[in-house]
Structures are given as structure tokens and as C-alpha cells.
């Protein structure tokens, strides 16, 4: 049913985190396939995709864009989720994520989701996290949001643009506040 699709950096702990906090959609059946993409060659996130049963995407470039319309393009299922290295779900997510995956198909209607933003309790408040806060408010969700799409929805906007600067703020934009949904289900980035 749903196609996970994680950009890396070849940075270990932050990808080990978010995989673990997936286990329990995997177990539901909800997800089908986990994508770990990676730019940086270091080998490092190809051996955490083969100890835990994901899918390594390679890719040339080093931007954002790049590593998530690659994942987009090798996907498998008719939904997917971007998610960055270092995103917990919240409990309640699977249930959820489900539910809205149900009602889009239902509706016909094209439309997104992400995750409520929550910062992480053990993470020192800094000046960048409280302009990050107003960011959010004023213009809507930032891309460690994580996004929620039909693949046809996907595809028929145009997906990431891989060599754009700032290509998850450009998607969100254009998907607009009239076609996306902020779930109720949190997400919390660590490390």
C-alpha cells in the first residue's frame, strides 16, 4: 500500500531511528517497501539497508531533490512517504495514515497530508527552532514535516524537482493549503 522513501546523508543514527519507528506500520501491512537513499558512497547506509530489509537507492547529486525524486522514481506502491533520516512517528500514526489513504481513495479528491511538527524533548531550544515556528504558522508546513501522497498525485504535479534549491518547500507550495491535510499523528526528529 506504501512506499517509504528516506534521504540518508550516509549518516547511520538518524536512519536507524526512523526505521525503527516503522516497524510497527510494516507489521500492520501497511507498508510495503522501505527506500534508504543514499549520495554520499561511504557504504555505510547500503549495510543498514541489507540488515533491515530496505531497498538502497543510490543517486548522483547532493541535494535534497535529488535524493527524493530518485526514491520516487525506483518506488513501488501506489502511496508514498517522505520522510527525513531522523523522523519518529508517534503512536497512532498507522491508524491514522490509513483512515486518510482510505477517504482520499474514496473521494477521488487529490490530496497530501503531514505530520504534526513536534520537537524532540530532549533537543536544546535555539533561536533557529523559534523562527522554525513562526515559519511554520505563517506559511505552512517546512519538509521535516514529512508528506503523504498518492503516486498519481504525485506524479501529475510534477514530484520533487531534483536540482532545484529548496525543492520540498516548492512541492508544498504547489500542492497549496487547499489540498493537504495536517494530520493529528506527530512527528519528532532526533538526532
Known sequence: MLSVIIPTEGVEQTAVATLAALVPGAAAGIIREVLLVDGTRNGVIERV????GC???GF??????AALAAGALQARSPWLMFLPAGAVLETGWIEETTQFIQTVSASGRDRAAVFRYARS?????GLRDVLRSVVRRLLGPLGDQGLLIARDHYDRIGGYPPHARRSEARLLRRLGRSSRTLLRSRIVMVG
Do not use: H, K, M, N
Open 60 to 65: 548522483e547529486g547532493s541535494s535534497q531533490g
Open 55 to 57: 531497498r538502497f537507492i
Open 121 to 125: 524533548p530532549y533537543s536544546d531550544t
Open 49 to 52: 539497508a541489507d540488515v533491515a
